[in-house]
């Protein structure tokens, strides 16, 4: 077979998938995407690209555990200052950094505070070869990076990671198929009508644990990676403002992290919270009384940062 035709016969083989990827990026782009989506996280986790002109004083960031933890309103109650919750999930902050957070200040005034808060699993970092890629496995980081943040340089990334992106681009198991009942519509509206309400809290429609996840269904703990929470609060520093960072609370009953107990009182400059296990509805995320309880602990210590200031 000669060159020329060993080329032809590559770009046949190759151009049912090439079509496939394209129609399926320009699908999750779409508005049509967001209103079928199969998994109700994704659809509230676009929240943060809604705000315009929002211009929150108070801005808060971190994974999953901030977005379910931290409620706004709880905090603009204590402080009086205007509060919006953009937070994301451990790998789109693996992934993106703190490219949500740019993408809102493009739009917004910067704000007079960042409260960024993590999981000690997000911050952890394992011995050894860590591929973030592989650490950040899930639909949510390839859908966010996608739907806003695909430039030539990240769209190189997804073709240096071909069975994560094909795995999870695909349209069937982001799409809601006929007779899928695994969250209801008007759950996930109930979610979504919440959300804004609360300008960002998100509420997981599950029930409170009764009891600790066994350990084997717990990511590992390890040494937090104190370089990475560094540059992640030089980042987030608002210019002329202050940045406050926490370690959302742990469950009573999670053992796993206390080798590097020491660890983290030294990065966060206060002991770990820890609540009974009936204030999370799984290992990383909080019940609406959870995350009034931690929310209260953020708001109370920057208040008592704007009385410094105001004395």
């Known amino acids: 077979m000669r060159p020329a035709s060993y080329k032809v016969y590559l770009l046949l083989l190759l151009a049912p998938s090439l079509l496939l990827h394209g129609a399926m990026v320009l699908l999750i782009r779409s508005d049509f995407f967001l209103a079928n989506c199969a998994n109700p996280f994704l659809r509230c986790l676009d929240y943060s690209y809604t705000l315009r002109h929002a211009d929150c004083e108070v801005v808060i960031y971190g994974d999953s555990s901030a977005k379910t933890g931290i409620n706004p309103l709880i905090i603009e109650r204590l402080t009086g200052l205007r509060t919006c919750n953009i937070a994301q999930t451990a790998g789109t902050l693996r992934i993106l950094g703190t490219a949500p ?71 069937f198991g982001l799409l809601k198929l006929p007779g899928d009942t695994s969250t209801p519509e008007s759950t996930v509206q109930a979610m979504l009508t919440n959300l804004y309400a609360t300008k960002g809290l998100l509420t997981l429609p599950r029930k ?93 210590e920057l208040a008592a940062e704007l009385r410094k200031l105001r004395s």
């Open 208 to 300: 409170p644990l009764a009891e600790c996840p066994a350990p084997e269904k717990l990511a590992p703990a390890a040494r937090p990676d104190a370089a990475w929470l560094a540059e992640m609060r030089r980042q987030l520093t608002p210019p002329g403002g202050r940045i406050l960072a926490f370690l959302t609370p742990v469950a009573v009953c999670d053992h796993s992290w206390e080798t590097f107990e020491s660890d983290y009182r030294a990065l966060f400059g206060r002991d770990v919270e820890r609540y009974n296990i009936g204030f999370f509805n799984d290992a990383n995320h909080y019940t609406p009384e959870g995350s009034a309880r931690f929310s209260q602990t953020v708001g109370s």
């Open 101 to 171: 957070y740019d993408e809102y200040l493009a739009h917004n005034r910067p704000p007079k505070y960042v409260v960024v808060a993590f999981n000690n699993r997000t911050l952890g970092r394992h011995n050894g070869a860590y591929d973030e890629w592989f650490q950040a496995n899930s639909q949510e980081v390839i859908v966010q990076l996608v739907r806003h943040h695909l430039t030539p340089q990240r769209a190189l990334e997804l073709a240096a990671h071909p069975f994560l992106t094909i795995t999870h681009l695909s349209v």
